[in-house]
């Protein structure tokens, strides 16, 4: 039983890696700030300023990780997350949460360098939560390189989960979204990509939720008028309040 006097104590620290782009490092930190708000009413606790975690951002520019995932020459973004892990270790963060699906790539590689940082994995605790949610299919909105190195297929089978992914020239719009839209600031061209491939997807495998696994897409598409109707899983969300529960729960907090 965690108790309020406890929780004021402390909660552990923990950090974020952002930058990939910006906007969504923001709106990360905004969802872990709601996830931990949720957390204490649902123990009882008050929301106030002294409750919530101390919590670390970092927002870094790093390489482009779908370029750097299909093309070896390009720049690589394993050095420099890493030395911003190491930073995020120093001050103090026990646990980490990396805002963009596509740098999981390397998250082996960074538990490996960083082992005192747990840091947590936004695809298998997205499909620990489908299942939680009683869910056996999925689609998968996704950049090129989060396709391309399978980050949730193998995760959502382990869960029992069928990933329905979009086809090549679907992708293609998605990534139109992605760069021309949402990171060159043009939202309408993002939800009119985002959307048109959510449309084929349902209209392919009817009634089916869509995981937005990728930052940039929950910034766009729910504020589209046709995707209010549809069920949309962010795993940014998730892994929020994922993040939230370790700095609450941590051993390390009292």
């Not at 104590?9 to 923990?14: E, F, I, L, S, T």
């Not at 696994?213 to 995707?227: D, G, K």
């Amino acid at each position: 039983m965690i108790t309020e006097s406890q929780t004021l104590r402390g909660p552990a620290k923990v950090g974020i890696l952002a930058g990939m782009g910006p906007a969504a490092g923001v709106d990360f930190a905004r969802l872990f700030l709601k996830a931990s708000e949720r957390w204490l009413q649902a123990h009882g606790l008050t929301v106030q300023d002294q409750a919530f975690p101390e919590h670390w951002m970092a927002q870094v520019p790093v390489a482009d990780r779908s370029r750097a995932l299909s093309d070896a020459q390009a720049p690589q973004p394993l050095d420099e997350m890493a030395r911003v892990l190491e930073q995020l270790s120093a001050v103090g963060a026990k646990a980490v949460a990396i805002a963009c699906n596509t740098a999981h790539a390397w998250h082996g590689a960074l538990q490996e360098r960083v082992p005192a940082v747990d840091l947590l994995h936004i695809a298998r605790e997205t499909a620990v939560e489908l299942k939680r949610r009683g869910m056996d299919r999925a689609a998968l909105l996704a950049t090129q390189g989060t396709y391309g190195m399978g980050l949730y297929d193998a995760v959502l089978a382990q869960e029992g989960i069928d990933c329905v992914v979009p086809t090549p020239a679907e992708r293609e719009i998605l990534m139109q979204g992605i760069y021309q839209g949402v990171k060159a600031g043009d939202m309408a061209l993002a939800q009119e990509c985002f959307t048109r491939v959510g449309r084929a997807l349902r209209e392919r495998h009817g009634e089916i939720a869509l995981v937005m696994a990728c930052t940039e897409i929950p910034l766009a598409l729910p504020q589209a008028p046709e995707a209010e109707a549809w069920t949309l899983i962010d795993p940014s969300e998730i892994l929020a309040m994922a993040l939230a529960r370790r700095a609450y729960e941590s051993p390390a907090a009292h």
